[in-house]
Each structure stands twice: as C-alpha cells, then as structure tokens.
C-alpha cells in the first residue's frame, strides 16, 4: 500500500492553521489506514491532537482582531465600550417626586432564548432600584418572567388574560406585588395564549393590551413587556400599547436572521396603529468578549444598526440562570455581580435616552 500525500481537499483553512475537517478525521480514524500507518499522512502537519472542532475559537489575525476590539490603553484613553464606539458618561438618576405618566418599553424579538425575560426583570429591577415605579406585563403564556420573580403561573386565579377578556375586571385585582420595592407584575400562564385566537373577533383587536393599561399610566414611571417569541397579535398588541421597543439580540451566530422580519413589523405598527412608537435600541446579549466570534457578531450587529444599539452590552455569565432558580433579579441575588452592574448601565443610559427627547 502507498502511503498518500495530504489531499488538500481534506483540509480546511480556518485563520492562521490549517486544520482537518471532522469528515476527514471521522473517515481517516475509521479506516485501517490509521491502523496500519499511525504516523502516516496528516501528523506531520498538525500540532498535536488538532482536529477541526465546529466550535472550538480559532486564532484571528491579529490586525482584523484589533478592529473589532480596540486595545486596552485606547479603551481606557477615549472610554471606548464594547460596541466600538466611545461610551457616554451615564450619569445616576437622582429621585423623582413624582410618579408617571408611565414610559411604555416592548421588550420584543420573535427568536426564543435571546435574554427577552432575563433582561425585562432586571432592567425593571435596576430602574426601580433607582427609584422609580415600574409595572411588569408578562405577555407571554409560558410564565416565564412570573416564574422569575418567584411566582407559580399554574396557582393563579386571575392573570392578565382576565384584565384583557373581562370587560370592567380592575387591573389592581390582577397586580401582584414583588420583592423589589416599587416594582410590580401582571402575571400570566397558559390561559393568555387562549387570548391570541378569542381576539382575533374583537373590534379593535390590536389595541386590547394598550385599553387595558391605561388606568394604569400615572401610577408608574416604565411599563415593561416582557414578549412571547413571536410576531402573533399578543406582540402586536405589546407593540401598539408601547412608546418604544428593546430588541434583545443573543451575539450569536444567526443573531440578526429575522430581524429584518421584526424592523418590518415594528414598521407596520408605527404606520398603522402607533405613530409614537419608537426603535429605542437593540440590546446585544450573551456576549462574551474573549471570543473573536461575539466581538464579531457585535461589529456586526453595530454596522447594520449603528446609534440604535445600545452602549450597554450584556455579557454571558452563569448567574442569569441562577437567578431564575432563585426567583428574583440579579440586582437583589448577586447585587455586586458584572451582570447586576450591566443592567444598572442599562437602566440609566434607558433614562438618559428618555430624559433626551
Ligand atoms: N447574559 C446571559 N448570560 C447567560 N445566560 C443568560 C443570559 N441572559 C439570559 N440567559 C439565560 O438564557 C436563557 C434564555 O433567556 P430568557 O428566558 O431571558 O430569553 P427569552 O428571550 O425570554 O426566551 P423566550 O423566547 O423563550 O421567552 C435563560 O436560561 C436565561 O437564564
Ligand atoms: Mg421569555
């Protein structure tokens, strides 16, 4: 038997290395070929073990590296932020005496998982810790943002479906309060989604969630909507009711696929139900600064929407989760945590925006 040259075909160029592809190694390790020649054809070329792994960080050119994340003595010099761009000071909120009219925030993006629930409790969080009434709207039929904030969707007698359905049902029969002074819920379960087929006869079908919350308007100072994953009339009643929306976007690979759909929608509802509404900023999530991957999703991210992306990024830490266990925001479970800070950013550079229109 002839012992074969590297195919190149077999190979995959991936930075810097030029490393095997898993269809390569899978063959090559399930042949007798490897048997027979261990030391034959690839290990000359490769540091030892390599093998191309889908999701294994490669090396980057150093020079396109540094256009994604500035150096670190630029960063300190100009106070670039983890967009690129130079990060505004976000001064503390002082106190209000006063309470509302209340702001209306969507938080809305029709792809699952993207940190839509994790960022309405703690945003909501943050701005109450700062001294102002925020409401929460769990719009979604799953519970999830109830379950966050310690409450058993399945134990509720009365939710926001009732307050949407039931004409003269007084939204102060719904509210429950929360842990966190000065914020609270509207909870939800699985009988909303029974919501989004019986609306669908309503006369002004759109504006249910918007009626339903207006007694509401000068009690608080934000209203959050937490969105179910979905572009069906539950969001574009969230949409409707709302003067302005975060888009939470995972910095993840497909993160902007879809979005497009979701600029659209929010077009459509600004043309035709609610002239007020407002992009306010999409929100990236999930990064992690030491992948060139995240940095790069973020320039991108950063390109396509440039001034509505929020200076403040949400990095990947392990304690979101634990605080859905925990059942309340990460402001109160790990008050000193980088994911508690991030969110007390968020919540100022959100006042800071309102405060400048
Ligand atoms: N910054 C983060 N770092 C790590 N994990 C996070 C982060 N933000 C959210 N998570 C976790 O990711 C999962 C999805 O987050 P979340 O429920 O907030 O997303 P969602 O957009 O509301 O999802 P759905 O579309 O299902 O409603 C949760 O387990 C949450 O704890
Ligand atoms: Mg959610």
Request: proline residues 7%.
């Amino acid at each position: 038997m002839t012992v074969q040259g590297p195919d190149p075909a077999r190979f995959e160029a991936v930075g810097s290395v030029a490393v095997r592809t898993f269809e390569a190694r899978r063959t090559e390790t399930s042949t007798e070929t490897q048997a027979t020649h261990p030391m034959s054809t690839y290990e000359e070329d490769l540091p030892d073990g390599q093998f191309y792994d889908p999701d294994a960080e490669y090396e980057p050119d150093p020079e396109y590296a540094a256009t994604l994340a500035p150096d670190a003595a630029r960063q300190r010099r100009e106070r670039v932020g983890p967009t690129g761009r130079p990060l505004p000071y976000f001064p503390i909120p002082g106190p209000v005496s006063e309470h509302g009219p209340a702001q209306i925030i969507a938080m809305c993006n029709q792809k699952g998982g993207v940190g839509k629930t994790t960022s309405t409790i703690n945003l909501g969080a943050a701005l109450a810790e700062y001294g102002r009434r925020v409401l929460l709207v769990d719009f979604d039929p799953q519970g999830a943002l109830s379950v966050g904030l310690g409450v058993n969707p399945m134990e509720l007698d009365l939710t926001v479906y009732n307050l949407l359905m039931e004409r003269g049902m007084a939204a102060d029969e719904v509210l429950l309060k929360t842990a966190v002074p000065g914020m609270d819920l509207l909870p939800s379960n699985i009988d909303l989604s029974a919501a989004e087929v019986q609306l669908v006869s309503e006369v002004a079908r759109e504006s249910t969630l918007q009626r339903a919350l207006k007694p509401l308007m000068s009690d608080y100072d934000f209203v959050i909507i937490d969105c179910q994953p979905s572009l069906g009339l539950l969001t574009v009643n969230a949409l409707t009711a709302a003067h302005r929306v975060i888009v939470p976007l995972e910095c993840e690979f497909f993160a902007l696929r879809g979005v497009a759909l979701l600029t659209e929608t929010i077009e459509k509802v600004r043309e035709r139900l609610n002239p007020d509404l407002d992009l306010d900023g999409i929100l990236a999530t999930m990064y992690d600064s030491r992948t060139v991957h995240s940095r790069e999703v973020l320039a991108r991210v950063v390109e396509a929407f440039d001034d509505h992306v929020f200076h403040t990024v949400i990095g990947r830490t392990v304690r979101f989760p634990e605080t859905t266990v925990a059942g309340e925001p990460i402001t109160t479970y790990a008050s000193n945590s980088v994911g508690a800070a991030a969110y007390r950013q968020l919540a100022r550079e959100v006042l800071a925006r309102c405060h400048a229109e």
